[in-house]
């Protein structure tokens, strides 16, 4: 297989680049996050949740509207991120709530000064 490079080459490898560190920064900051603090943020986690959905399926759209050559393909990466990542948010919430572990949120503690993180 050689390499052939084309003018959408450097694209093509910039947005290769670009979703596995979108993937790896979803996958290791927001279910993680979720899990840890689960039994705080259980009740509002899904609402925000199912918004990034609806955000994502109205991208999805756009980029289907304007890219037709490419329909089937963007339509398969939108819906299989977002079965994934709602797979994930359901565990993650699941996981949290059932192992009661301690928080890394501290909502008790009132912060002083400007950003204090606690």
């Not at 991120?81 to 996981?95: D, L, P, Q, R």
Request: hydrophobic share 45%; glycine share 10%.
């Amino acid at each position: 297989m050689a390499l052939q490079l084309s003018a959408s080459s450097g694209v093509a490898f910039l947005v290769s680049y670009g979703i596995v560190c979108e993937i790896i920064a979803k996958v290791n900051s927001s279910p993680q996050t979720t899990e840890l603090n689960a039994e705080k943020r259980a009740p509002t986690l899904m609402k925000w949740v199912h918004l990034g959905m609806a955000e994502s399926a109205l991208v999805v759209g756009v980029a289907v509207v304007i890219d037709k050559k490419y329909r089937m393909p963007i339509l398969a990466g939108g819906l299989l991120g977002m079965v994934v990542t709602e797979a994930e948010y359901i565990h993650a919430k699941s996981s949290g709530l059932a192992k009661k572990g301690e928080s890394t949120e501290n909502w008790d503690k009132k912060p002083e000064g400007g950003f204090v993180y606690g």
